[in-house]
């Protein structure tokens, strides 16, 4: 159940009454479709009150409420009003403000449906203030330092006539907008209106024109203003520094009020009262940018929200690479933004990524390539930066290693280079020996399994790596036949050895009798005994003993002396 209590009389249907009253002590006013209540002296709302309006309510003194107020009709002041508390509104409600230089305080942000400024004089502005529709006729308004905004995009939105809306320092009045209509800012000026349009471009973009230049005149796109700028809203706004009708600002003084991610878009300057041309010269402050300008007299400046493009990304990681498979970390320098795409192109094909650091493995394609945007928490793309990869041939490494029958410890062994492409060599024979020679002989001093590895590389930097195995065996081979005629084959029974510390060997007779006896590491029989003299053809045997590096040797076996 609702309770009603006023101080003197509240009447329903079409009836009106003429009362002063306090709504209180826990209070509920409603007030029905079509029901009309005036009030001549003033109206107070306490803080526990509540008032909920579907009629009309005309008021010819001030309202001070602390309540909370439901306004679906018409309320129309002529005094001053106050907001302490609670105000909801839909979008059908009017409030009316036709008195004689009002002021409207309010604690917090106020949504209104329709509002209406009517009477003389100059209204006040004390707080901030939205709406979907303004009326104005026959004054000024003065938001002093606080915002005047009006959401509804479409033309009639914001009516005025012989009005003006000015602002303090710091004090800003918006309109939203829709490209390719004419609006009216009833700013600054006590004169005739000008329209001002924003356009949107056929090849995308936005601009502002102003509605007199035609339309086949497109006026000034703000992009080609500046490159960095990646969108702009369709929403422009104005801030009026001053009323005054003489005063110079400068640069630095217009900045102090400038926001941030706006952009300065024309000016009108009294008492000119006509639109400027847009400078064509463009200057950074942090995130804002404006058109560089000097005001003479009032200045009254429109707005517009944009966005930056982040910055073109720096890729870090090479460009030129050799051919072949192989595998390249690339990262981004410069300020960090909210993503980074990669684009790779490979092979006809290309394939995307995400990050500021990522892996690509290359295998030398033609017409490879990367490059990266990036983008930020507004939706906006950089300009891409990209890398085409060029691939330097690679030299093909090979080689062959003359190897004897019995590789020694002895011996040394040719390595022969069939390298192809390359003019820089560099051996490692395995046993901390290296070479740059490009055919190197080399001798091994102990015997063992080693890894011969090639590298050669070419006059771009490219290289190509080859090994094999090379085995220097430890072990001694005594001959079982040769023939001392002199004829020049085989005339000697020599004994290959590889890594043999001492040796010892002794050549027996048939009947057993000493003919030779040897402990040289570099030994031959010539088939004649210790007193020169030839010994006949025949079978002797042999007795060897050796030691080598970690192995000890005893061979016996018989030997053929051939003539």
């Not at 349009?197 to 973009?205: E, T, V």
């Not at 007199?212 to 500046?226: F, I, Q, R, Y």
Request: proline residues 4%; glycine residues 10%; aromatic residues 10%.
């Amino acid at each position: 159940m609702r309770r009603f209590l006023l101080l003197v009389c509240v009447f329903g249907g079409l009836q009106s009454a003429f009362c002063q009253f306090y709504l209180g002590n826990v209070a509920e006013l409603f007030l029905s479709d079509g029901a009309v209540l005036s009030i001549e002296e003033n109206a107070i709302l306490d803080s526990f009150s509540i008032l909920q309006n579907n009629g009309s309510i005309l008021l010819d003194s001030n309202l001070q409420s602390n309540g909370a107020i439901t306004n679906n009709g018409l309320v129309d002041v002529q005094g001053n009003i106050y907001f302490g508390g609670s105000v909801v509104n839909d979008g059908s409600s009017v409030w009316r403000f036709s008195g004689d230089s009002q002021q409207v305080s309010s604690v917090n942000p106020i949504q209104f449906g329709t509002l209406e400024f009517d009477g003389s004089g100059t209204k006040q502005l004390n707080g901030a203030v939205n709406c979907l529709r303004l009326k104005l006729q026959n004054c000024n308004v003065n938001t002093q330092n606080h915002e005047l905004r009006v959401d509804g995009q479409l033309t009639d939105d914001v009516e005025a006539v012989n009005a003006r809306i000015y602002s303090s320092p710091g004090g800003r009045f918006y309109r939203a907008m829709l490209a390719n209509q004419e609006y009216v800012f009833p700013v600054g000026s006590e004169s005739s209106l000008r329209a001002l349009k924003l356009i949107a471009f056929s090849n995308g973009g936005a601009g502002v024109r102003f509605s007199e230049n035609g339309p086949g005149e497109e006026g000034v796109s703000l992009a080609l203003m500046d490159p960095s700028l990646c969108s702009v809203g369709n929403e422009f706004h104005y801030r009026i520094f001053c009323d005054a009708d003489s005063l110079s600002l400068n640069g630095s003084a217009e900045l102090a009020w400038l926001q941030d991610r706006s952009i300065w878009a024309a000016s009108r300057l009294a008492p000119q009262l006509a639109w400027s041309s847009i400078p064509t010269q463009v200057q950074t402050f942090g995130d804002s940018l404006r058109f560089s300008s000097t005001l003479t007299g009032r200045g009254e400046w429109a707005l517009s929200e944009y966005s930056l493009r982040p910055e073109v990304p720096v890729i870090l990681g090479p460009d030129t690479l050799c051919a072949g498979l192989q595998s390249v970390t690339y990262s981004i320098v410069g300020q960090p933004a909210t993503t980074y795409l990669w684009t790779i192109s490979a092979a006809g094909q290309s394939s995307s990524l995400e990050g500021s650091e990522i892996p690509i493995v290359w295998n030398g394609e033609t017409g490879a390539g990367i490059s990266v945007v990036a983008s930020n928490a507004d939706g906006c793309s950089s300009l891409p930066s990209s890398l085409n990869m060029h691939f330097n041939p690679l030299p093909v490494a090979a080689f062959e290693a003359d190897l004897p029958s019995f590789p020694s410890t002895e011996d040394p062994i040719q390595f022969n280079n069939e390298s192809l492409g390359s003019n820089a060599y560099a051996w490692n024979f395995g046993d901390e020996n290296a070479s740059e020679a490009q055919h190197p002989l080399h001798r091994f001093v102990l015997p063992g399994i080693y890894t011969v590895t090639l590298i050669v590389s070419n006059e771009f930097g490219c290289s190509d790596t080859t090994m094999r195995v090379v085995e220097i065996p430890e072990d001694i081979v005594l001959p079982n036949v040769f023939s001392p005629n002199g004829d020049g084959a085989n005339d000697v029974l020599e004994v290959p050895l590889s890594g043999i510390k001492t040796l010892s060997l002794t050549i027996f007779d048939r009947w057993g009798n000493v003919v030779f006896e040897s402990s040289q590491t570099k030994l031959y029989w010539d088939g004649r005994n210790a007193s020169g003299e030839r010994m006949p053809a025949g079978t002797y045997f042999a007795v060897l003993k050796a030691e080598g590096q970690s192995l000890q040797f005893e061979k016996k076996q018989s030997i053929a002396l051939m003539d």
